[in-house]
Structure formats: C-alpha cells, structure tokens
C-alpha cells in the first residue's frame, strides 16, 4: 500500500507534475503574460525607408542620434532593425555576427539567419540582402531565461522581410 502512494504521488516513472498546477512562476512565464496575445503594429520609418510591421507589447525606442536603426522593447525583450549600404563595406553584418562567435543557422541566396550571445544576453538575427543596394539585419535580443517565451518573436524574425 505504501509502494502504490509513493507512485501515486509523482515518484513512480519520474513524472513531473503538469505545468498548469506547478504553484511558482519562472520568468520565462512572467514574459508570457506580459506579452499576452500580440498584434502587429505598422510602423513607417523614414530614416530606413520602409516599414515594420512589430509585436504590439512592445514599445517604440526613438533613436535620434543613430541614423541606420529602429528599436522596439520592452524590459526583456528588444528587436532591432538597421539597415547598412552594400556599397563600399568589406563583411557583411552576417560576416561580422560570425566573426563574433555567432553561429549560422540557415543561409540563402537573399538572407542568413544566426544565433549567439553577448554578455548577457542572447540573440536570433536575420540579414536580408533586399533588392536595391542595402542590408536589413533584424535582431532579437532576450535574457537567456526566456529562450522558451520568446520562441514566437524568433519565429517573427525568421519570417520577417522587407516591404
């Protein structure tokens, strides 16, 4: 009888307790419910010349003394987005994110996808060569605690593209 309560209460075959009923929130669930169900915002950036489409919880970051990026955050969270000239530079920001001990995760005629870290933090960036003579980097930046709640804005950025 005390073999069947002890399997009974979780011990038998190492089941874990449904995340539903587990009593302490981690970050990762903290981030969830802050981002809450999310829309896209359309934002027109004249400095970059074109538009993005962002996660409504997070918040326009005005830059005014950086001429080639867009910033959206929240306190976890940021998504970046610069733009560089082809013209007269010698490796790409792809080239550069792996020179920094970034990892290639995808690559194509048009855009590479990378992964890696910095510091603190954490980061999933997509370069798109567009069609004129310009770079588009996006990138995700998050603590390394809310690599499962930010799954969605990675699935953002490897969707993103240029309008």
């Known amino acids: 009888m005390a073999a069947f309560l002890v399997c009974l209460l979780g011990a038998c075959g190492g089941q874990q307790q449904p995340k539903a009923y587990v009593s302490t929130m981690t970050s990762d669930d903290s981030l969830l419910i802050r981002m809450g169900k999310w829309e896209l915002i359309r934002y ?4 970059l010349g074109m538009d ?58 048009r855009y590479s996808l990378h992964a890696g870290s910095e510091d603190k933090w954490e980061y999933y960036t997509k370069v798109i060569e567009d069609d004129t003579i310009r770079l588009v980097t996006v990138m995700l930046r998050y603590f390394p605690e809310h690599a499962e709640a930010v799954e969605d804005l990675r699935e953002w950025v490897r969707n993103f593209d240029v309008e």
């Open 44 to 47: 027109h950036s004249d400095k």
């Open 52 to 109: 993005i489409n962002y996660p409504s919880f997070l918040h326009y970051q005005e830059l005014p003394g950086e001429p080639r990026q867009e910033l959206f955050m929240s306190e976890d969270v940021s998504i970046s987005v610069m733009v560089d000239s082809l013209d007269g530079i010698n490796r790409s920001p792809g080239q550069q994110m792996m020179g920094m001990g970034a990892e290639l995760l995808d690559a194509t005629d």
